[in-house]
């Protein structure tokens, strides 16, 4: 399996509701380094495991767009909108943010990340920037 399939697979996955998607996707020395809205953060394995149990009480489902999806050997560089549904609300589903990840892929597993998030807003919604594309 290529490196860009393995991460399709991943975004197209039941994060928000399956439990075991992090020990079939992620490689445990895995790091991802995130620049987001709320500063620079390292996630190692554990640390991404507690995020998505977060994410799955916080969330019912998780849907990624994609704009762009890039594979160089094992490399996969992918932009792409989050969109999800709350738990709260569930017949709603939302924009959450946009991001551009590089993953680098080891042993058929998400092994490193380089990955930089930004809030969605109406302004990126309604440009053609972020309009799906076939990949």
């Known amino acids: 399996m290529s490196a860009k399939d393995i991460v399709k697979r991943f975004y197209n996955s039941d994060l928000a509701n399956d439990e075991s998607i992090i020990s079939q996707f992620f490689h445990k020395e895995c790091e991802l380094h995130w620049n987001s809205s709320r500063g620079f953060t390292v996630l190692r394995y554990d640390d991404i495991v507690s995020f998505f149990e977060g994410t799955r009480q916080a969330y019912e489902s998780l849907r990624f767009v994609f704009s762009?999806?890039?594979?160089?050997?094992?490399?996969?560089?992918?932009?792409?909108?989050?969109?999800a549904n709350t738990i709260e609300n569930p017949d709603e589903e939302v924009a959450l943010a946009h991001f551009i990840s590089i993953w680098e892929v080891k042993d058929n597993q998400l092994f490193k990340c380089h990955e930089i998030s930004q809030l969605a807003d109406e302004s990126t919604m309604h440009s053609n920037s972020f309009k799906e594309i076939k990949i």
């Not at 762009?68 to 969109?83: A, I, K, M, W, Y």
């Open 68 to 83: 762009h999806l890039l594979e160089d050997g094992p490399f996969v560089t992918s932009r792409h909108t989050l969109f």
